[in-house]
């Protein structure tokens, strides 16, 4: 019964996921409203969210498709900011929520309130993302927020890992949490590196498209277990299965510019699939957890008048403390900055809409979820976290969009910029296809008896469709969007299209009489297919 439980979440999710793209809206905050509205429904079959199942078989895939999309020299040059925001940030929120705790209810042990901030600290930047896409917040910011979301589960889930070590009494020193930390950093870039090597080295082997994207499709699982369940010294110490995730992604996907151009096309598809997939289902879940955590509340020995005080304080410090903390980053002397290598502050607009940015997450509830039994406050741990992954999503969510269109956080020379190059990029690669053709030219009349005229006659007929594929190229950099939808380049690639169907209808046509066989039709649609996808762009893979 709970697999077809999930099966209709799934299903569920997904109409939603189609009707926030199909109206332009946030598909996460969708969900969670309408799994929250469901949850309260008489009669709804309660699905409980297993941290194992988020941990093992959701959060390394999720990872994995944002690593393999991220630009390696973007992570780098800003890795000061993506490591005040992804681990320092993650740290101060941690211990700030476990003081403020602790404060608030005296009787609930440190090391409790301590794992309560590591559940609360790493914001998923899924929603946050999707939402700058689609208003089209500058590049910059894209890449500090997406690298932010890449190492905060490393660090949180670290930190959380070493609460629950005190709350059970395993804990070591101060000295022994930082060295868990940092075999865990180490160890899990290595496992990362080491398998991304070896997946790099066997598609090389392979040379077939299908088994490379399989193989790919398996080296998330495999780094995030392979570190998770290393301890090179004892059971306190292990590689962070996040970071091992996130560095092979990001070496495969940069090895992958220089992969077959059918993998890549592949891959693309594939985690555009599971990424859709598993987002929509993901933010379901979290709705749905409310009535496992009332029922929590419920049971534990305090009122609720004073659980959901506290509760609420949670959730404002919590998002308060970013606020604050990414001015103070960027400004202080000596400090990390925000943006560029001239360690310069970025704009205050640009900061804000940072600071504005700490949604929640799954990872939060199923850190929360996976709490033992035994540990003292696991009730208002859970009811906390849930408040504070609900609560940003709602409020942030609801309010980011506004935030953006009101403070106009945009980058006017970003598109010129963009145009620039890649304009030099096209002409570039249209001179080097024209220096080969010269030289295969060349090769042709000096090895082949072929006439002069026939070789002068198919070079012409190329590089003029090397010099039309170009001039379309700039047409649709440098007009404006109604211009270019006049243009006689969008004209002929609508007649294109028109032919391209034309062939699909009368080879559908030839199949529904018996006079082509079915393989026969798939092989040539592929083809169809594959020269129409050259006359338009992919639509976008995450939620939005």
């Known amino acids: 019964m709970e697999l077809l439980t999930l099966m209709a979440v799934l299903a569920g999710s997904l109409g939603l996921t189609a009707l926030a793209r199909r109206y332009n809206l946030s598909a996460p905050l969708l969900i969670v409203v309408v799994a929250l509205a469901v949850s309260y429904l008489p009669g709804v079959p309660r699905l409980e969210l297993q941290p194992e199942l988020i941990l093992t078989l959701v959060l390394p895939p999720l990872l994995y498709s944002t690593s393999l999309e991220s630009s390696f020299e973007h992570f780098k040059s800003n890795l000061?900011?993506?490591?005040?925001?992804?681990?320092?940030?993650?740290?101060?929120?941690?211990?700030?929520?476990?003081?403020?705790?602790?404060?608030?209810?005296?009787?609930l042990p440190f090391s409790s309130a301590l794992v309560l901030g590591a559940v609360v600290a790493p914001p998923d930047a899924v929603t946050a993302v999707a939402i700058g896409r689609r208003l089209g917040l500058p590049r910059r910011i894209m890449a500090v927020l997406t690298g932010e979301s890449l190492v905060?589960?490393?660090?949180?889930?670290?930190?959380?890992?070493?609460?629950?070590a005190a709350v059970l009494g395993t804990a070591g020193s101060i000295g022994h949490g930082f060295l868990v930390f940092l075999v865990a950093t180490v160890l899990g870039i290595a496992v990362g590196l080491v398998i991304g090597g070896l997946v790099s080295l066997i598609r090389r082997k392979l040379d077939d498209p299908l088994m490379e994207s399989t193989f790919g499709i398996v080296v998330p699982f495999a780094a995030y277990v392979t570190a998770e369940h290393l301890h090179p010294f004892s059971a306190d110490f292990s590689g962070s299965g996040v970071?091992?995730?996130?560095?092979?992604?990001?070496?495969l996907g940069r090895r992958s510019l220089r992969s077959d151009p059918a993998t890549r096309m592949q891959d693309s598809s594939v985690w555009a699939t599971i990424d859709v997939l598993l987002e929509a289902l993901v933010f379901a879940l979290m709705g749905l957890q409310l009535p496992f955590v009332l029922d929590g509340a419920h049971a534990a020995a305090r009122g609720d008048g004073t659980l959901a005080l506290v509760a609420v304080i949670v959730l404002l410090v919590t998002m308060g403390i970013r606020i604050p903390y990414v001015f103070l980053s960027s400004y202080l002397p000596n400090a990390m900055r925000l943006f560029g290598k001239d360690r310069q502050a970025g704009p205050w607009r640009s900061l804000m809409v940072v600071s504005w940015t700490g949604m929640r997450g799954v990872v939060t509830l199923?850190?929360?979820?996976?709490?033992?039994?035994?540990?003292?406050?696991?009730?208002?741990?859970?009811?906390?976290?849930?408040t504070v992954a609900i609560g940003t999503v709602l409020v942030q969510g609801l309010t980011l969009p506004a935030l953006i269109r009101r403070l106009k956080v945009q980058d006017p020379d970003e598109a010129s910029r963009d145009g620039a190059e890649e304009l030099e990029a096209r002409k570039a690669a249209m001179d080097a296809a024209k220096d080969r053709l010269d030289e295969i030219m060349a090769e042709a009349l000096s090895s082949m008896d072929?006439?002069?005229?026939?070789?002068?006659?198919?070079?012409?007929?190329t590089k003029a469709l090397l010099e039309t594929r170009y001039r379309g190229a700039v047409a649709a950099i440098s007009l404006s969007a109604e211009e270019r939808a006049a243009s006689p380049h969008t004209a002929f690639a609508k007649v294109r299209r028109d032919l391209l169907n034309a062939q699909r209808e009368a080879l559908l046509k030839q199949h529904g009489e018996g006079r082509i066989d079915d393989d026969v039709l798939r092989k040539v649609l592929r083809e169809l297919d594959l020269e129409e996808l050259t006359l338009s762009e992919a639509p976008s893979a995450r939620l939005s």
């Open 80 to 107: 000061r900011p993506i490591i005040a925001l992804g681990v320092v940030l993650v740290a101060v929120t941690a211990l700030v929520i476990g003081l403020l705790v602790h404060l608030l209810l005296p009787d």
């Open 152 to 164: 905060n589960d490393a660090a949180a889930l670290t930190l959380y890992k070493i609460g629950l």
């Open 243 to 251: 970071l091992a995730v996130v560095a092979a992604g990001l070496y």
């Open 366 to 386: 199923a850190a929360a979820a996976g709490v033992p039994l035994s540990t003292p406050g696991r009730a208002e741990i859970q009811l906390f976290a849930f």
């Open 450 to 461: 072929i006439p002069a005229e026939r070789v002068d006659k198919v070079k012409t007929r």
